[in-house]
């Protein structure tokens, strides 16, 4: 079984039910999440030994974000207990044409602060295959991109295979600070995954006409861009998901990579959406897990489509979906038949 | 802060939950709501100085409905207290090509019952700029439409304009009674608004061939009716909201006005529908928001009808968006991305 | 009033609330519901003299099964109690390409043990007009076999028209096992109700070239087998609904039956679907009510499929529909607008 | 099996969830219920052959009320379809010193309005064996006093056991009107049933003094006005249960009774409330059952008082008891401990 | 009408239903409340023009706190926003012997950052007769304390009367800390409400024998408090409600009073608690209430305590009762009889 | 950290909610529990190493009760997969004096069919320091018996200390069968735990006069059988939690025990009851949890009552209580006081 380590920051994501809108909200459902914690679960979910690390408060929401993770085999040894708070997020979902709604509450959490001394890095690397982040985490502040940048150290030391989405947040830092910390950080990088706006906003390459509102997908321009990172990153894949936002409740999905020599487009789904938020992390993870499990890069991608199209099927950021049914719907059967 | 008035019936709205049938419910949602009171909501939200004048029994349930009104910012001063009862209606939410269905129980309600000295119109109307009311208020019976007639007549004394939504209601009147009270009160009226049907039966002008349940729109036939109305009743707009009614889940949905010189048809957006009641009142409450914003009469029905297919994608009567939201979807961008 | 019969297993089925997978569910939504009862309180519902035969356990669970089916009008006079349990099952709802998913738990049930004692046929199905079963109820073991077909026996004695709904259940039994006593039992059916694969599987009828999972239909083919099951059996009509699977959202749905003159072909309609399971069942109810009511055949098949086409857009097994509901869809109103 | 009769108004209660006042509530619980109709219920579950009569108007919500009837086992063929309106009203659940709180929405209703001839007295009274009512129903308007005494007449004339619970409501009528009303109806009577207040509001008893808000009991005095009743009107047994009103959270419970001969107070239960409506309908039940099933008047009191002091732990206004449950109390285990 | 002002902090607060432990919880409730607003809701309940003056950040979360305050009839005029953030607090609520758990995440609020500049207090406190606010509001930082004394002395200036609520809490701050604000703060207070707890760790001043915990009384004890209050801070009335923790079900609660002359013990009341947030404000509006009403001390105390054993059985902070509710339990009507 | 093992049956726990009975309920709140695995969740809670062995089907039911166990923290390594189903049962919350009611459906469960073969006892017991299990195991069938034995015998080859819980279940055997099995599989318990009840029925120790459902004790006759069974069986200890059952709604709660020397008898709880079920299995886990940790047998006992006094408080099998919790009720403090 191979080990997987992730890093970053798990929230308490609050959610007003059915459709409502934050003032109509009498209660709000709750759901813990953040990038790195969905794609530990989700390589759980496929029977990898996988592994998150994060800093939660000493009370018992910090607890009960552990418990979530625990449910899923996700194993928390290393989680350092400590700090202020949990990262709290209100996320009203959308319909139609009107928009998903988020409002972040996540300064001050306990892993924004978190010292690098909190962590044990020898013995979280240690035996492990891969190591995956987002540029979330360095994005927190000047000590958990410390932080970050100490784990990739400990992670290069030890010989693991190292992930990033590049993962844009506006509301955490501008392109400039983004530019300045990420790059750095890019030479630890094997799989880089990433849309060209996060290319452009956390790497600085200049995006082509690509408008992602729209939809319009400009492949040609995927291509260039990501050739240009892997000739200054050297990079040994290039990867970005691609979403046609059609309305808050209708997606096209579909994802597109670089190997250094063929550069490849994978099947295209048409998404009715439950919950979009994790649908990025589910396909990272589909792909982690691909390339993990020795799938040529093309069937990866195709994994990974595949089970962050099933994701958008799911309620909460997790994507609770197993390597089998994954298989059935990169096969071919989109059909929804029920499965008896 | 430009001052409106609103005079309706707001009724205590029964829903079963998640598309349950009458008989399934084992519990109702519940939603105050009415034409008028719904104008009244959106027009605080957008925040105008928004008054609701209505009569609701002395008990708990009209305090609740009160209650819902002040939530929202609507001044409710001038709600007066007492009578039989609320009126009620059980609402029974359709999907696919099950139509919703509603249940009226609101014979002998406090308004339909009130008299005209159960309110002071003089107050009412000092420094008012709008008045609106719907054909729903003159039908609910014979004093009704006398105490319709006074805030109309009030209303002209102090100057303020006004404004009608024609809706006629095959359960509360006869076209013949319709025609006859409504014929009336029309010459108070500056703005009228109101599709083929209700031009038809609430004032007697014959329709084209548009056939409303199919969604085939033929605008020409609105022009047409609408140069007729304005002639007839000296209007200054005539407007119609178009509903293409695909199915109880999926609507089209745009607008149509004329001005005396121009007849515009605005953008047509396609809804997947969370709760279509209340709709015709939230494109109302955009055209009067814009009118009394001086935006052009076109501007105003792009922004009501922007406005109303939010309103589609909203659970209950009211149209909790901001000039914000509806501006942001006026100005093109319907791909419900997520708003961080 | 025309008193119908149907005989089978109802189950409790278990149903994770909002698109939520198993492992998420924190309560299960309780519906009883199988494919005769459906049938019957479809046709309760229709005004007919319903009336279902099955045997439940003594216990409150078996007792709450017959609350529900007396809640729609069905007469459970003739129900046995006793025997070892209820079967369930569980049932979670699929979204878009995330299949629906049962997982079974109806071993042991008390029907599936049941002695042909626990019933008294002459009594049952005196004065009947129709007795109505379906392939599952003989696939629930040896015992069942044998009760349904003194069941028939008795039936064709007191002169009454039978329907056979075939749906193979592959957990049930081989399809060796299926032939070896569906064929036997043929020799009592009047109407035969199943598509293409049930033919297949069930009685050995080789399919042609449809692909059930695709939705591609060939209509040619159907009526092929249609004729020789009619050759083969002496069936008065053969008939099948037609599905075509877009996704867990999204379904075709029409019919077609042969009367031994003509093949007939429905209306096609698309729907968005709510709960699709007791479609079928729905659809059988339909036609059953149809022909019942000296509705022509072809009339008859669209009453069935329009019936059939409104459950899907209703939660739970039940089809809770009047006539005057799918006779206004038979008449071209799908509009989905609100009935006032 | 016996077969009883109850005729009354079976109303829409709506109850805010989980203790919340009613300006709180943003979904209301649905109970169907009614004097006469919880009585009809209680022995329907009893193993009697309950009728219950009465006039609901012909929409979905009369016909959900018919089905909550159905499902536990009441016959409904001789309600009457037409009028308005079901009654409605609003029952928030009190605790502690906060009382619970009822409003009313009752007026108009089908049944207040129902004709004589909306019922066939002879058919419903064939074989009868019992038949029940409150003094509710005549209190609903002249034309209900007069269908009460039609139904009261046939009653007689064919030879049925009347019973009757006074149940003053003093928003339906004055003393006066319930004096001129009741006295004369109680010639029909056998069997009646009325706290102090009750025989003093309704008949005109002059009650001792007994403090129905505190609690006290002058049994005494009870023994008193009961042979006084008996002497005035020839009733065969009076009968009235005992309620110690500790709290809206806790209340004493207990009956008693004269048959001519004693005067018997039943065993005093404490009960810790979950719903106290229906309360005094399931003590009726449970004497008119015992009074049929030829147990002895003091051990139908105390089946009475059993069985409604297990009502007090059931929410809804039905008993959903069976006569086991109410014997083991009888029987003396009070004691909650887990039937398994 | 009185116009009565408050200033504090509103919190959101987070609850698993149903007495889950927050690792059970899969859903919130969702509540807005916090002591000064709790008081002006209360107050504007009993008819008073209540006016609530804090900070709350310009996103959703703050615009929902100010409607469930505008809701209820509190005027939000003067609420400022901006800021980081809405303090949060998570609430677990215990059963019998297991104690109701907080979990605070308040630090960095809106209001505890707030500027003085950010409101107008001449405009808030013309015309004003009462100010109310809490120990807890200094206690939220240097800037917030600075900002209550700001409001102090305006209040003064206007000659508002000033009552302040102790309720010293741990978690912001030390006993020294607290006395060294709070001494200052005293000058301006003409009522003080507290319990021994806070005199001594606020104020300073050593408490008697009495056990908090135990719920032993010692009225003696508090006369002597109160007396020494009196004497060093000159207020004209010192009061403090004294609970009884038989259990997290059970409380014993009344009051107790000093004016300068005698001292009063209210009632004692015995509470099966809903909810016990809130209890001490309640109390506090019962007493300002009663003060500004020309009631007696000695009533007030008793309108007070019986305002706030009320609220124990209320889900939420605010105070939803009636002063004709407070006024029929004052009179001593707690038997929770129905109300109709 | 100490590693304790259990083995036993899980089951999914069915229950209507808010004191609902069966025929009311239209869903079920979810729950996994069963004796040993809540023995495993508390020792888990409690900080040990908890393993819990079992056999459940490979459905998506059976993982999710894996989930739930790893939630809490326990080791779910030695879980093993297949065979026909999970055990289910159906449990209706009683209120009063209506009892909770169990509906059992746990035949043909997996752990029940489960060979030896199935678990590598020589791993699940290496360096294990407690092994517990229940009288309900054996009791499942002769192959769990034997299962049950060969653990046994495995825990005591590795030098486990072996705790059993009598606990009879008169549905699954009788005090014959229990005694032939129980008596064998004795000789290799040190710790036995049961109350009279139990060691009648299942060990043939004949009772004392103990009304076992009036709650009253006899402390005397307990002290008697525990030395009886010390001396047949030679257990370290003999242990007994003494159950007062006043209603549904109210119990008493203590405990006793034998050590050899003396027998102790603890403080004594009056329970507000929220959930009993699984209040054993709390106190066993709150024993076993002292004596592993050095604690002496009275302090154990202590702690194991405090423990599942607050276990009544939780909604569900599980005991979700920190060490810190149970030992703050241990040293008296049962005030219910808020903990902020």
């Known amino acids: 079984m191979k080990k997987v380590v992730t890093l970053g920051e798990i929230m308490l994501r609050l959610i007003p039910p059915r459709f409502e809108r934050f003032v109509q909200a009498k209660s709000f459902d709750v759901i813990y999440g953040g990038g790195e914690a969905n794609v530990a679960v989700s390589l759980a979910n496929y029977g990898l030994d996988s592994y998150y690390v994060t800093k939660l408060p000493e009370n018992e929401i910090g607890q009960a974000a552990i418990n979530e993770l625990r449910k899923y085999g996700v194993n928390t040894d290393y989680i350092s207990r400590g700090g202020e708070r949990i990262g709290i997020y209100f996320s009203e979902t959308g319909a139609s044409m009107r928009p998903s709604k988020v409002v972040y509450d996540r300064a001050h959490s306990s892993i924004s602060d978190a010292e690098i001394d909190d962590f044990d890095f020898d013995a979280i690397f240690k035996d492990a295959n891969w190591f995956?982040?987002?540029?979330?985490?360095?994005?927190?502040?000047?000590?958990?991109?410390?932080?970050?940048?100490?784990?990739?150290?400990?992670?290069?030391?030890?010989?693991?295979?190292?992930?990033?989405?590049?993962?844009?947040?506006?509301?955490?830092?501008?392109?400039?600070?983004?530019?300045?910390?990420?790059?750095?950080?890019?030479?630890?990088?094997?799989?880089?995954?990433?849309?060209?706006?996060?290319?452009?906003?956390?790497?600085?390459?200049?995006?082509?006409?690509?408008?992602?509102?729209?939809?319009?997908?400009?492949?040609?321009?995927?291509?260039?861009?990501?050739?240009?990172?892997?000739?200054?990153?050297?990079?040994?894949?290039?990867?970005?998901?691609?979403?046609?936002?059609?309305?808050?409740?209708?997606?096209?999905?579909?994802?597109?990579?670089?190997?250094?020599?063929?550069?490849?487009?994978?099947?295209?789904?048409?998404?009715?959406?439950?919950?979009?938020?994790?649908?990025?992390?589910?396909?990272?993870?589909?792909?982690?897990?691909?390339?993990l499990n020795d799938k040529t890069f093309e069937d990866s991608l195709e994994f990974g489509v595949a089970a962050s199209a099933l994701k958008h099927t799911i309620h909460g950021d997790f994507n609770m979906v197993t390597v089998k049914e994954v298989d059935t719907l990169v096969a071919g059967d989109s059909s929804g038949r029920v499965q008896r």
Chains 1, 2, 3, 4, 5, 6 share one sequence.
């Not at 693991?160 to 501008?174: A, E, M, P, Q």
């Not at 059609?246 to 490849?264: I, M, P, R």
Request: charged fraction near 20%; include cysteine.
């Open 132 to 291: 995956h982040f987002s540029g979330i985490t360095p994005a927190l502040g000047t000590k958990a991109a410390l932080l970050t940048e100490a784990a990739l150290q400990s992670a290069k030391k030890h010989g693991v295979t190292v992930s990033v989405d590049l993962n844009y947040r506006k509301n955490l830092w501008t392109p400039e600070e983004a530019q300045k910390t990420m790059t750095k950080l890019m030479q630890y990088v094997d799989v880089c995954i990433g849309n060209e706006e996060d290319a452009h906003l956390t790497l600085g390459f200049k995006p082509g006409s690509t408008n992602v509102t729209s939809g319009d997908l400009e492949l040609a321009g995927y291509e260039h861009i990501f050739k240009d990172m892997m000739d200054k990153f050297g990079f040994k894949y290039v990867i970005s998901s691609l979403r046609k936002s059609y309305s808050a409740s209708d997606n096209g999905w579909s994802a597109c990579g670089y190997d250094g020599n063929n550069f490849y487009h994978t099947k295209d789904y048409d998404i009715r959406i439950v919950d979009r938020v994790g649908g990025g992390d589910s396909f990272a993870s589909g792909v982690i897990y691909g390339l």
